[in-house]
């Protein structure tokens, strides 16, 4: 993404990028600014696992001369392109949304009770990661002196944070049908892609999606330029991800959506519907999903679960995570070597 929104600054083609930071002052919050230089892109760079206000910068937007770029997420692209109908002045500044998938973002207290629970007092810390170190990364606070703590066994995709999510997902977030912000032009993912042995095969790659023609011209000119460096995967035989993704949204979130609205509570309108062949798992799962994350809401509970999963005790909880995603990937392995295909 930064790659792209590099290339529009770069050419002129804008003369800012609305993007997200940690806070200098406070950081463990996050916070949106508009990017015009190489640094403060950099600065941007890296996915933050926290609500961040981005509409705040609309109205800053408004105020300046200029044509601008954004990077957002799902719910944020929404927004804007209602807002879009309604303030053409707006939206004549604005020439190209860059979009993130999303599988669900965190309350912007998960950061300051994670470093109580973890012991490091807030006036300590220069800097906080969602995914810092080696990719897929892990969270982590940067201190003052240097130091860079770890704030949980393992990495992003196998350690705490895969939990955390159950705790700390907003009630939004829990309404979302978009995993892959389908009114962006662009939209970039990672690229969790794993080869038949179980073993990631696009390691610190994203994965762009194309979805409009100006979309498709930002892509191919900053290709062309060497901005960014591209590999089809369209015909790629392991393109299968986002599983999980699809089940929350795609089977979860609608069931959760109904069950809300006949409940009387806020829900976003969508063009789409209840899927018409939900079993009753999928309805358990709902339940069971809401439960959890209603007790998330209480703080001594959602503190506890922080404290066992950022602790030594959760370390066998991932081993075994780890043990059957490779059991797994050896038998696909298995089932897919010749000889074991069917004829
Ligand atoms: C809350 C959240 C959930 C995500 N869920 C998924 C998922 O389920 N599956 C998946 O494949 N990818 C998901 N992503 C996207 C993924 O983590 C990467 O951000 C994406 O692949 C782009 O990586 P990159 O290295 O190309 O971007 P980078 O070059 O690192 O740029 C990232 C851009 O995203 C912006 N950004 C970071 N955090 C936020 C935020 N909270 N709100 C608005 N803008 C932000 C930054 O300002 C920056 O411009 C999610 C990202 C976020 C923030
Ligand atoms: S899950 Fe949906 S509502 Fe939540 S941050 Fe992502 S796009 Fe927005």
Redesign the pocket.
Known sequence: ???L?HHLLKTGAVDG?L???MDRERPWA?E?FI?TTFEE?CA?????????P?NRLWSEVRQRPGRYAV???PC?THGYRNLQRRDPALAAKLSVV?G???????EPTLAPEMLAVRGIPREALADFK??GGEWPGQMQAILKDGQVRPLHYSNYKDGAYNYLTSLYMPERCQTCLD?SNEFADVS?????TRDEKGDYKFK?H??LLVRTPRGADLVRRAAEAGDIVLQDVSSDPSYR??KL?TRRKGSLAPLRVDRWRKAGRRVPGYDRGLPEDATFKERLAERLSSALLRAGKWKPFRMAAMGFLTSRYAIPLVKIRLYLKKRKYARRARASAPGNQPQ
């Open positions: 993404m930064t790659g929104l990028c993007v997200t930071r996050a949106p990017a892109l941007s760079q890296g996915s933050r696992y926290s609500v961040i981005l990077a957002c997420l944020q860059i993130l998938y999303c599988g669900g973002s965190l969602f995914r995993g970039v993912s990672d690229a969790w610190a994203s994965r991800t986002h993704q």
